[in-house]
């Protein structure tokens, strides 16, 4: 099935400094690609989500990139505030085999 | 969003007995359910899909005879712990999807944490 890897596996930010996650992904044929964030004691919740037949998407301070071509995509979050602290897992899902497996989580700290 | 509702929230059992954890969607219909394990400051290991009315897809590694996941109706799954163990002590957690042409949000229930004495 898909493996899906993400890096770094741990990000420190100060406040208001922007944060980056990438996830890579194995399958050419994956094409919706959603992120959650799980804060501490709670569910993960879907904070974006991108299709293959977009590049880019933004939603207020987090925006989501796709590179198909290189097979990896990416969460931006922008001018970080001490809430988004928690971790965020990403999946890369083909809607053939309706999978959602996630990968192994980064932890965001942001810095006061 | 749509409200997933997992229960119960916590149990513990004794060793060699049974624990049933239901998820159910409270305000859509469920066509897919997953199902995950998740230990602490770790991954959600995806365990098992189910599709309503449909026999359940495990993952490899994960023993079908030990987790029975049974998804009768749109609107409810359940995770059988069987025969549990203390390595079984783990937080379960489920999620849910409703039919859709193309991959959706999935929502997630609050987890049960399963201990196992």
């Known amino acids: 099935g898909e493996n899906v890897e993400q890096h770094p596996s741990t990000l420190s930010v100060q406040e208001g400094d922007s944060a980056v996650i990438k996830c890579t992904y194995s399958d050419s044929a994956s094409n919706y690609f959603p992120w959650y964030k799980q804060e501490l004691g709670k569910r993960p919740q879907l904070i974006i989500d991108i299709r293959s037949n977009v590049g880019e998407k933004k939603d207020q301070r987090i925006a989501v990139t796709l590179n198909k071509t290189a097979k990896h995509f990416s969460l931006h979050i922008t001018e970080t505030q001490p809430e988004d602290s928690a971790v965020y897992f990403c999946?890369?899902?083909?809607?053939?085999?309706?999978?959602?497996?996630f990968g192994k989580g980064n932890q965001v700290v942001v810095i006061p | 969003g749509a409200v997933v509702s997992q229960h119960p929230s916590w149990v513990i059992c004794k060793s060699g007995t049974s624990v049933k954890i239901e998820c159910r969607s409270l305000?859509?219909?469920?066509?897919?359910m997953f199902w995950y394990r998740q230990f602490p400051k770790q991954s959600l290991m995806l365990m098992a899909t189910s599709n309503e009315g449909s026999k359940a897809t495990y993952e490899q590694g994960v023993e079908k005879d030990k987790f029975l996941i049974n998804h009768a109706s749109l609107t409810l799954s359940t995770l059988t712990v069987t025969s549990a163990h203390p390595e079984d002590s783990s937080f379960y957690i489920c999620?849910?999807?409703?039919?859709?042409?193309?991959?959706?949000?999935?929502?997630f229930g609050q987890g049960t944490r399963l201990t196992v004495v």
């Open positions: 999946a890369a899902v083909y809607y053939g085999n309706n999978r959602l497996a």
């Open positions: 999620s849910a999807r409703g039919k859709a042409i193309e991959n959706t949000e999935a929502f």
């Open positions: 305000d859509f219909q469920a066509t897919t």
